[in-house]
């Protein structure tokens, strides 16, 4: 986690931000991580202003061409309804006049649907596309107008700064930003002092600017009329043999070839002026557009195979060329979904491996779309699945939390042992300084020796207090991991929880009758919290609160499951727009993207986790239909338990949540 490491640290020691004003930067950049879990991606974030771009989407797709039908787009505005409901507290910090308005048209449309039982007048969801198109700019603005009150401390409650902070994650990812270079930007804004939150904005959504991005592409030497499908753009061909000498004199163009390496065969450079707010997202745009320029090179010649080369340059007018690759996640060990070959999976894993190797994004959620389907999930059946994601969700964010305490307290650790080797080089290059003094004859340099040796002085100084404050943090900190980690145990490299329902102990009130190893967990817990600050003890607190009140909690679940829908009915719209109406592009399609794979990702994990324990029990197989039925209902039953109940969460169980034992729910218990 890049935002909880010890050069973040190191940036935050010279300049002491809050934990409110920590906690929106790493929970922004927390969203936009691409490796981020489910629910906490920026794909899945209950956003009003995703659900209202993807209702105009349909509503205008349905006034042009029918698609979605009248009945999936009924069921679309209806989510999109639920979905700025949820997400309408947040807008009382602006944008709520807009937002009513929103509500309104979609409102006029659901009820045309809903009480006339036929397909609304086309003209009614032209005239409603026009004004949600309308209102989606005002709103994003009002967005971008959030980081002010959050920055300042004007907003107190946790759960609504969690929300705001989402909604703003959503708007710097659809305008558009790389997050590695965002977090980069972010740690150069801060390491200059407190910013104001003016700067803060600056960095999240900074003016675009024109790229010149180059590309490679192999397999033609010569795109003919490309200009007709990428305006602006310019040509060069590679090919075998070519020397340095046959390039223009220019270093992007020169260092791009290299990066290129040997050419068999043919291959060309398409540069073309790309706007964006930093060159790797212009980068992306670019290859997105030339991508799908090329499919009107391959429909010409089926013959040929044309392919984009991972690598890229970047230039602008006052900087220096930046060159990248297209990132591909590794790791150096891979492990198999289960120790069998689950038959009843078998299409679907086939569809999300496609899914993912499909660089359309409409394409890539079709695909997910029909990885969910050959498990048995029917358009009309979508609530199930989303309820079992809302509870596998909450599997996820609770270990999500763990993670963050562990890499929290373990940054600060390195963070202090940074410092001390920091001083100990300031040392020697003071002893260094006050050594050539010595050994030289001049006037100036016997002048300079006292300062030096005060030099020397006060940086043994502050070394030996570094090297106190090491010792007292390594034992603090180690003491509370051990103590964390005696109760609450992991496994494997990346310390996967083997049992949640011990860091679920830990996060519930604590009780007097508690073991003596929970108390101290507990006690670990919460002085890693206070040490590590920002998102980490954020996220430790408002979990806690949320443990602590169970209405609070099915909130939450409820406004997960509202979020999965959502996406589910959108991608089941999407799915018709692509294969019956030849779409293969859409406003938030990338999201939609994401969030597809992302959901059969989930289905696959606790489908697989299901049949695995009742392969152990040598026991049938329950069709994944059911299994999304089974938990469905378990949503609904588990929200109620939490609705009715006065005290804490305590009887809830999150080991065996999504699995087909039935205790997730001890009355009683005490651990």
Known sequence: MRYVNSGWLQALTSTPLNDRQRSLLERVLFALDGNGHLGQNVATLPSALVAMIRAQAALESYGASNQPRYELLGRVVDEAISSIGRAAPAYRLGGRADLASAMAELSVVAGVITQQKHAPPLNLTRQAATQLDRLLGPLTEAVKGWVKPLWTGAVGDRSLAEQAASEIAVVVALEGRDSTVLYEDTLNLIRRGVPSADAVRGVLWPPKRSHLVTLAVHGTRELRGLTTFVAGCQQRKL?????????PRRDAIRKLVRLVG?????????????????????????????????????????????????????????????????RTPGQRVSYPLTGHMPASLRAAMRAANLARRVDAPMASAALSWSALESTGLKPTEVKLLAGACALQTLRRHLA??????????????EHQRHRVETEKGQLRKHENGAR?????????????????????????????????????????????????????????????LTSFDAWLDVLLPTQSVSSPPLQAAQVAAVSLAKRCGGLAAETFALWRSRLAAPQDLATWL????????????????????????????????????????????????????????????????????????????????????????????????VDHLTGPDSTWWVAGSTP
């Open 558 to 653: 409820d406004r997960q499951a509202g979020t999965y829908r959502g996406v589910l009915e959108w991608l089941y719209a999407t799915r018709n727009l692509v294969i019956h109406g030849g779409h293969f592009t859409a406003p938030s399609d990338e999201l939609t993207a994401h969030a597809a794979r992302g959901i059969v990702d989930m289905a696959l994990e606790f489908l697989s986790n299901w049949h695995t324990v009742e392969r152990a029990r040598a026991v049938s197989e329950t069709p994944a239909k059911d299994v999304y039925g089974h938990l469905g209902n378990r949503l609904t039953q588990l929200v109620d338990k939490l609705a009715r109940s006065s005290t804490t969460c305590r009887p809830l169980r």
């Open 400 to 413: 999500s939390a763990h993670a963050l305490l562990l890499a929290g307290g373990r940054a600060h650790l």
């Open 239 to 247: 090919w075998a043999g070519q020397t340095e000498d046959d390039l």
């Open 436 to 496: 050539r003094c010595e050994q030289s004859d001049s006037p100036n340099a016997q002048n300079a020796l006292i300062t030096r040796l005060e030099q020397v002085e006060a940086s043994r100084t502050r070394l030996e207090y570094a090297e106190k404050e090491l010792q007292a943090v390594e034992a603090t900190v180690s003491a509370d991991l051990a103590a964390l980690g005696t109760y609450v145990q992991t496994e494997g490299i990346k310390e996967r």
């Open 262 to 326: 040997p050419v068999e065969g043919s291959a060309v450079l398409v540069s073309s002026p790309t706007e964006a707010a930093d060159a790797d997202t212009a980068a992306r745009i670019a290859r997105r557009e030339l991508s799908e320029a090329l499919d009107h090179y391959a429909a010409g010649d089926r013959l040929i195979d044309l392919h984009l080369a991972p690598v890229w340059a970047a230039e602008l007018p006052t900087d220096r060329p930046t060159l990248g690759t297209v």
